[in-house]
């Protein structure tokens, strides 16, 4: 037994695999999120890569998805809580489904009236079933409140509840505007108390059109090629307003020709929403073969292998049943990972655009779902994920099937991140905050320095030949080297940091590092450079033996090179920060920024990389003096053959990056001035740290201010000395006042 079996509970045979990997005791991390996890409370984590992390939700959420299988292998039938929200659900005729709802939508006992008093806010709801296939299909709405907006539509199941924002959903509202993918048109008329509005699906045609008092407003909406094969439902959503639905249960104000309503559906056309309650136990219904018990989010492809690398070995004698795991990954075939969802799947672990894709093409089914995980939910959220994540989230039961609630678990580089608070306060349930790591600060391991770069003071450029490749955003400016002009100095900072990036190397004779660009284009010139000098990626044995790691890479690449670097087959990886995010390289002793990150976080995560396993590491960023023109892609194509060199308040696609600005706000974030060097790469020394040899261990043995000690030693030894004739002469005089003041 080890003490992740007897101390957290964990699984005999997962232990036992735990225990082959060599940890003997769990993290601080672990220690903390396992049980709370276990305990079935939704986690909050700050941890850095490399902190155990990963198996800090792994192995509990492993733990309950076995348990979970194995209950119902073994005909564990679980709560009969039957309640009659689910009885509704499962009634004949077409209501509004309580369990397919936003949390601030009130829905009456009949399941036709609802209201909604949030005066910020949409909030919708969906019917109990829905048609797909062929035929004409009627409801209608009356708004029968004086105040607030009524929006009326069809949707598919998988669609957010706030009606036409995204390209699964049509809506019709009060302010007469037409809603779909959030592009609000103007049609028909405004509605308001007492109108009485219907929406007419007709799936012979796809077409959509809506009818306002008995008035036929027109033509609204085509149906997309790919939603044609998918069930509509019914869709009513409000702000600060009450209506009543009619799904046929009474006579229609207006019948349009040819129309049925949802009730009066052919029952090869009527599909039961799979969002329900907990009226059901866990073996009541069968659960899809693409239903998975939990997700876990990942921003890059990299991370995403890597964590479902680790599910692979945490289970490896965990049998019978076997947990099904599956990594939902872009750029890789998708028949595939259909294939897979559809022989059965327990855990996903996924890139968003790839898991995004599948879940709106109905491939996997959200309705038992467990857990959900978002890891590095800070670098999720700069990349753009929250309205997907808060999307998938409201797709998700609250509470599933057999009684237990949906656990949230969000891994952070930081919580001090106010984006990550913010989607905390707003999807997970009373978090506990697992935050061991603090206010960001730099561990004592890391020795952190800036090489000012001054185009200025080192005009070496002006000579250089065969210097690096820059990013062509001068390429429509007219440079001239014997003059300063701002454009000039900007291609020459470019020009230096190449020149300063080998001269580093050499200088501290890496053999191993990870080398960050502010681009993927930055990341190509730079390994184009490598290989000019002789090294690159078919040069293993060169000193410039180097690998690339960007989003442009297809992802057999990105893994080949990563596997390469680890392995030490190559001395440098040159990536940018979502490709390296998470990604975890030990004793790895240094770090080369060519350009200060514009996110004071993200200048935590890159040097984080080095100083672990408390062996030494050094991280240098070359820091430009001149601000330097930059790509800033705002274009659709998001830089894919775009030449747009203008500035972006010129409607381009470049911006002027002012690195001693964020260098400021970094060492303000940080509470520290860092220390500074030029082009000779004189790295200051601590004179109290003594000779350092960057990747390995501190010597524990020998304090770091020995050195100090040492210095001072003769110096305190004159004062003892000092000390000791003050004392004996305070004595001696005072023994002689007493003998004088006896005598």
Known sequence: MNAFETELGVLSEIAKAVDEMGWLLPTDVQSEAIPMILGGGDVLMAAETGSGKTGAFCLPILQIVHETLRDIQEGNKGPRTGTQASSRNESKSVQLNLYDRSHGLAIDADGFTCQSRDQRQWNGARSTKGVKGNGRYYFEITQTDPNGIARIGWSVSSAPLDLGTDNQGFGYGGTGKKSFAKQFDDYGETFGVNDTVGSLLDLDLMKIRFFKNGKDLGHAFDIPRPLQENAFFAHVCLKSCDIRANFGAEPFKTTPNGAVSIDNAPKECLVQSQIKGIGENVTAKKRPSNAPLAIIMEPSRELAQQTSNQIKVFQKYLNNPRVRELVIIGGVAIGEQIRVLREGIDIIVATPGRLDELISGGEIDLTHMRFFILDEADGLLSQGYKDLITRLHQRMPSVTLDGKRLQMIVCSATLHNFDVKKLADAIMHFPTWVDLKGEDAVPETVHHVVCLVDAKKNTLWRALRN?????????????????????????????????????????????????????????????????????????????????????????????????????????????????????????????????????????????????????????????????????????????????????????????????????????????????????????????????????????????????????????????????????????????????????
């Open 467 to 743: 210097h690096i490749k820059t990013d062509d955003v001068h390429l429509n400016d007219e440079l001239n080297f014997q003059s300063e002009s701002k454009e000039t100095l900007s291609e020459a900072i470019k020009i230096l940091k190449g020149e300063y990036c080998l001269q580093t190397i050499d200088k501290f004779k890496m053999d191993r590092a990870l080398i960050f660009c502010r681009t993927k284009l930055d990341c190509d010139n730079l390994e184009r450079y490598f290989i000019k000098q002789g090294g690159g990626p078919k040069s293993n044995k060169h000193r410039l033996s180097c690998v690339c790691l960007h989003a442009d890479r297809n992802p057999d690449e990105r893994q080949r090179n990563l596997e390469r670097f680890k392995a030490n087959d190559v001395r440098f990886l040159i990536c940018t920060d979502v490709a390296a995010r998470g990604i975890d390289v030990s004793g790895l002793p240094f770090v080369i920024n060519m350009t200060l990150p514009d996110e004071k976080e993200n200048y935590i995560h890159r040097i984080g990389r080095v100083g672990r396993a408390d062996r030494m590491g050094l991280a240098i960023s070359f820091v430009s003096t001149v601000p330097e023109k930059v790509w800033y892609h705002t274009c659709q194509s998001k830089g894919k053959n775009c030449h747009n060199t203008t500035l972006v308040a010129q409607n381009g696609c470049c911006k002027w990056y002012t690195e001693m600005t964020y260098l400021a706000d970094i060492e303000e974030h940080l509470g520290v001035t860092i220390s500074q060097t030029d082009e000779k790469l004189d790295i200051p020394v601590d004179e109290f740290d003594g000779k350092v040899v960057y990747g390995e261990r501190r010597k524990k043995e020998i304090p770091a201010s020995q050195g100090h000690v040492d210095t001072l030693a003769p110096t305190v030894q004159e004062l003892v000395a000092l000390e000791k004739r003050v004392q004996t002469s305070f004595f001696a005089l005072h023994n002689c006042r007493n003998i004088m003041a006896t005598s």
